[in-house]
Structure formats: C-alpha cells, structure tokens
T-cell receptor, first 114, second 115 residues
C-alpha cells in the first residue's frame, strides 16, 4: 500500500523553538510538497522539491526552510517557531511533470505554537 | 494566472440525495488535469476522481462523477446517494502541463449530510 508518512500528528512547541516536521514517501516520487492549511485560506504551498537537494519556494516560504537529502524524505524546518505558525501542515508527493498523476498526502501534522 | 474557484463555502444535503459541488478553473494551457479531494474532520486528504482535459467522457468513480464542461471551464463534482460519511471538506485541484510540478487548489466546500 503506497504511503506518505508524517512523523508527528500533533506537536506543541514554544515560541522560538526550532521545529522539524519529517515526511517520508515510499512511492519513488520525484516531487514532494509541504502545504499549510488554515481555515478559510485553503491549502497554501510553502515549498516543493523536484529532486534530491533541489527546492523551490512556494507561496508562503517566509519563516520556513526545507531539506531533501534523500529522494524519499522531505523535511520542513521552522527555525524559530512563532504563534502565527500554528497550523495544519500537510506533506504530499507526486510523479514529476505532465498534467496527470495525483498528489498523495500524509495524514497531516497539527502544530500548536504557544 | 492559474486559478481554481469554489463558490460554495458550505453545502447541506439530505442523506440519499445527490449533491453537486461547483468548481471553475482558469488556464490558458490546453493540457491540464482536474482532481477532487475529500478531507474528513480527521484531516487526511483522500483522492476521489480525475479528469484530463483531453478526456472525451466525464470521469466516474463509484458514487462520484465529474461534470466536465470544457467550454465553461467548469468541473463540478456530483455525489450521488449521499451518505453520512460524505460529510467533509472537498477540494477542487488543477495541474497543467506548463506548471508541470505544481498543483492549484480551490478554497474548498464544506459538505454536511443531514440524516
């Protein structure tokens, strides 16, 4: 069964802490994505990666960084968490290019920053 | 600019009735795909159905069908015989050849099925 796995379903962190959100996929997909989801705003793209060590900024990259050292793993890093980063974070993967091939999502990570 | 519009923030439907969730899109690329996802309150995003721009027939998957009207640039999701478990957020998503790796999301429609 194909899968995207996010390391934590729920996290509570304090302002200023460094936060790592990990995502692993087992489908050998080239593309991986980090989205943030907030009520009324839908899903917003933070970063995506189309290959190992390659990344591109999405719509809201400020305050975030990413790392992709291996094809199957894509990490989202909050260098210094702030309360306005309290949100649901969704990782996804897909095959590269074209206009077919759906996104496969992880279960999401609900982050609360106090 | 690519755009997906879902104009219904919330919808209600009686159990066993059919419901249509609206989606319009905007792209100048002739090659594109449209996806619908369901997100229950638990948070996971579930892929429901796909329609390619060159597909001649409307896509169907069980109780889900996609009413694809290319000239109107609409891709409405039809759920037949609604069930209580259909209560969820529904997102319309587009991907096109130009964007290649990027997906464009609508803001979603919250569907509530009433017993």
């Amino acid at each position: 069964d194909v899968k995207v796995t996010q390391s934590s379903r729920y996290l509570v962190k304090r302002t200023g802490e460094k936060v790592f959100l990990e995502c692993v996929q087992d489908m050998d997909h080239e593309n991986m994505f980090w989205y943030r989801q907030d009520p009324g705003l839908g899903l917003r793209l933070i970063y995506f990666s189309y290959d190992v060590k390659m990344k591109e900024k999405g719509d809201i990259p400020e305050g975030y960084s990413v790392s992709r050292e291996k094809k199957e793993r894509f990490s989202l890093i909050l260098e210094s968490a702030s309360t306005n980063q309290t949100s649901m974070y969704l990782c996804a993967s897909s095959l590269a290019g074209g206009f077919t091939g759906e996104l496969f999502f992880g279960e999401g990570s609900r982050l609360t920053v106090l | 600019a690519q755009k997906i519009t879902q104009t219904q923030p919330g919808m209600f439907v009686q159990e066993k009735e059919a419901v249509t969730l609206d989606c319009t899109y905007d792209t100048s690329d002739p090659s594109y795909g449209l996806f619908w996802y369901k997100q229950p309150s638990s948070g996971e995003m579930i892929f429901l159905i796909y329609q390619g721009s060159y597909d001649q027939q409307n896509a169907t998957e069980g109780r889900y069908s996609l009413n694809f009207q290319k000239a109107r640039k609409s891709a409405n999701l039809v759920i037949s015989a609604s069930q209580l478990g259909d209560s969820a957020m529904y997102f319309c998503v587009m991907k096109n050849w130009e964007s290649g790796n990027q997906f464009y999301f609508g803001t979603g429609t919250s569907l509530t099925v009433i017993p």
